[in-house]
């Protein structure tokens, strides 16, 4: 994605879930390379205070607090965003949690935490989105799923489940939408480090700075291919672990718990 749309005008970037880790990289990294990016979480003040660090930067990033779950604010959102700075080049649907939880402890209140924001708020994006984005006949939406969304893994029924959900959504919308103009890219990212991993106890094999994965992805919406996932060593093994028998699957995953 270059910084500009074949006119003078600079390239249009949403991304949600901008106010920290990879979210926060990627804006400053395609701010830097010129680009408008509208930044939106809930923090006003990280945001605002992210808007200041881009500056000096050839872009800019400008706040748009929000919360993906009230569904009427991620419309206006984005209405607003095409009033004021015409069409949306590319939107990053990157908000998202995860919650680590031990099976033996299943919550559905956990579960139900995950399929609202991770799932349901990436939806009330998409919506309008969608919508817009047929009108223009063109547009890029990236959709932040995980590597974890590939198979089952330890204390990730919740965040696992709703990260399967949106690798499957991604295809179907890929497929769908490609002949109204419309772009679906899937990003999987193995771990990164950021707030959310900063959190964990257990060893995380391969992790990668959010400023590594923010470049990871930019470089991936420049290609042309539909999955952008990193770091290629660990994405390689988790590809394998995707297509294995049950049987060799779960003795391999198994041995991680003992
Ligand atoms: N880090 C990893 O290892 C990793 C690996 C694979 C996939 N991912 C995915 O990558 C995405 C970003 O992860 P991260 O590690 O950068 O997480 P993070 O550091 O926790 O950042 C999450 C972002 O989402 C925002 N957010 C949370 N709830 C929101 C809501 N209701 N409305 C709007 N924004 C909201 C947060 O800002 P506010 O709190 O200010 O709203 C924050 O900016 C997530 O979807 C995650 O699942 C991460």
């Given at each position: 994605m270059s910084a500009?749309?074949g006119s003078?005008?600079?390239k249009?970037?949403w991304i949600?879930?901008?106010s920290?880790?990879?979210g ?7 701010a830097?390379q010129g ?10 003040e990280k945001?605002?205070q992210?808007s ?8 800019e990033i ?6 993906i ?12 965003i ?5 069409d949306?080049d ?7 949690t995860?919650?680590p939880?031990?099976?033996k402890?299943?919550r559905?209140?956990?579960v139900?935490q995950?399929l609202?924001l991770?799932?349901?708020?990436t939806?009330y994006?998409?919506e ?12 890029q ?10 198979r ?6 919740a ?7 949106l690798i ?8 769908e939408l490609k ?5 679906v ?11 959310l991993?900063?959190k964990n ?11 590594q994965?923010a470049?990871?992805i ?7 291919g ?6 290629t ?8 672990l995707?297509?294995?028998p ?6 391999l ?6």
């Amino acid at each position: 994605m270059s910084a500009d749309n074949g006119s003078d005008k600079p390239k249009i970037i949403w991304i949600t879930g901008a106010s920290q880790g990879i979210g926060e990289a990627l804006a400053l990294l395609t701010a830097s390379q010129g680009m408008t990016v509208i930044a939106s979480a809930r923090s006003r003040e990280k945001l605002e205070q992210l808007s200041a660090r881009a500056e000096n930067l050839s872009g800019e990033i400008i706040p748009k607090p929000l919360d993906i779950l009230d569904r009427l604010s991620v419309e206006n959102t984005i209405k607003s965003i095409v009033e004021n700075h015409g069409d949306i080049d590319l939107a990053v649907l990157n908000a998202g949690t995860f919650i680590p939880m031990d099976g033996k402890e299943f919550r559905a209140d956990t579960v139900k935490q995950h399929l609202d924001l991770n799932v349901m708020g990436t939806s009330y994006c998409l919506e309008p989105l969608i919508e817009i984005m047929k009108g223009q006949g063109s547009g890029q939406i990236a959709i932040n799923a995980s590597l974890s969304g590939y198979r089952g893994l330890p204390t990730a029924a919740a965040y696992g489940a709703s990260k399967a959900a949106l690798i499957n959504m991604a295809e179907c919308l890929h497929l769908e939408l490609k002949s109204s103009g419309v772009d679906v890219r899937l990003i999987n990212p193995g771990f990164v480090k950021t707030p959310l991993t900063d959190k964990n106890t257990f060893h995380m094999p391969f992790l990668v700075s959010s400023e590594q994965a923010a470049k990871n992805i930019l470089k991936g919406l420049n290609g042309s291919g539909f999955e952008i996932r990193f770091p290629t060593a660990f994405a390689g093994i988790m590809g394998l672990l995707r297509v294995m028998p049950y049987r060799l699957y779960f003795y391999l995953a198994g041995k991680q718990l003992n």
